[in-house]
């Protein structure tokens, strides 16, 4: 086995994370706009307090003169684990099982001026037509439940392995919606699980069962006869690809760039608005308007995909056509 790339030589990459400018000559060529320490109220909804969602608020703790309210949402019913602790930062070992708003409110709260609500459950139910969204989660279901609320602003980004993506929507330039490229995932039934099950030769109903701390008997049993339960539920979780919560490959670094990225952004947006500071903010700094997207891949940092480009809609999107588009561009105030 391999941990490192053979023959690989790693490319230096400097980016500047006010003006999403990159350059691989070093950081003089990036580092010519810094904007100081911005000032900003803020009033938003952060979805996802997980590896970026946290090291969103660590970066806002950071910024002196940024206060106001942040309602940090977030689900996920295990809390922090292990696995969390090498990418969210303000995570300690102390910390486990706890939910990771009230992990997150806790520690970054009340420095500053800054507040942060904490909230076990869904981003939605905060979510309505004058909320100023931050999304860090990155399921299709998720995302279109937040874009289904067609919320005052957003702004979004996520991880896959060493690439980022950091997107601000904007109806009025025609940029890409949360939902765009992102369909939801068709639902396994149970029954279709169950049947998986029931095909499985016993060494392998043996290894499932044995990952989820049942024996084999058990998972045959819930095969035939189904219903509610602690094995049930794992074994659901385990065999069907579509629920969203399968292990994914995800790098700490990564995360970590991408919530400060996104903190940056933030900022950006609540200095433009009225009551702040926007001669801060040179007209042209993105993300803004049709440049909507950022993407960023330390594999190869150099790609012509990587920068800031523009991102427009998916014709195949129903939730930014027609009516809803109308809708939302109403509502939307960057
Ligand atoms: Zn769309």
């Known amino acids: 086995m391999h941990a490192r790339l053979r023959d690989y030589r790693p490319q230096a990459v400097a980016l500047n994370a006010w003006t999403l400018t990159q350059s691989a000559t070093g950081l003089g060529a990036v580092a010519a706009a810094d904007p ?20 969103l608020l660590l970066t806002l703790w950071a910024c002196q003169h940024v206060s106001g309210t942040i309602s940090a949402a977030d689900t996920d019913p295990k809390g922090v684990d292990v696995s969390n602790l090498n990418r969210c930062v303000p995570f300690h070992r102390t910390d486990l099982s706890r939910p990771k708003a009230i992990v997150s409110a806790e520690r970054l709260s009340g420095h500053h001026g800054l507040t942060i609500e904490p909230y076990v459950g869904k981003a939605e139910n905060l979510v309505g037509p004058r909320t100023h969204l931050i999304s860090a989660i990155d399921t299709p279901e998720a995302r279109q439940a937040l874009q289904d609320a067609y919320p005052a602003s957003t702004v979004q980004a996520s991880t896959s392995g060493l690439r980022l993506e950091m997107l601000r929507v904007d109806p ?38 044995e990952a989820i701390g049942a024996d084999a008997q058990q998972v ?16 659901l979780e385990r065999l069907r690809p579509s629920d969203g919560r399968a292990a994914q ?16 952004q933030v900022l950006k947006d609540a200095v433009r608005r009225p009551g702040n500071a926007p001669d801060l903010l040179a007209d042209d700094v993105p993300l803004l308007g049709e440049n909507a997207r950022f993407v960023m891949n330390l594999i190869d940092p150099s790609t012509a995909l990587a920068g800031v480009r523009r991102y427009g809609r998916d014709s195949e999107c129903p939730a930014c056509q027609g009516v809803r588009a109308d809708v939302w561009a109403k509502r939307w105030t960057g």
């Open 36 to 55: 100081g320490e911005p000032s900003a109220e803020l009033q938003h909804v952060l979805a996802g307090a997980g590896a970026v969602g946290s090291a």
């Open 220 to 235: 045959r049993e819930w095969a035939r006869t189904g219903g509610c339960g602690e094995i049930g539920d794992a074994l």
């Open 249 to 264: 490959f995800s790098v700490g670094f990564i995360s970590v760039l991408a919530g400060v990225l996104l903190a940056g």
């Open 172 to 209: 009025k330039a025609g940029t890409a919606c949360l939902r765009c490229f992102n369909p939801p995932r068709a639902v396994v039934p149970d029954s279709r699980v169950r049947a998986q099950i029931a095909d499985m030769d016993e060494a392998t109903v043996m290894a499932h069962a």
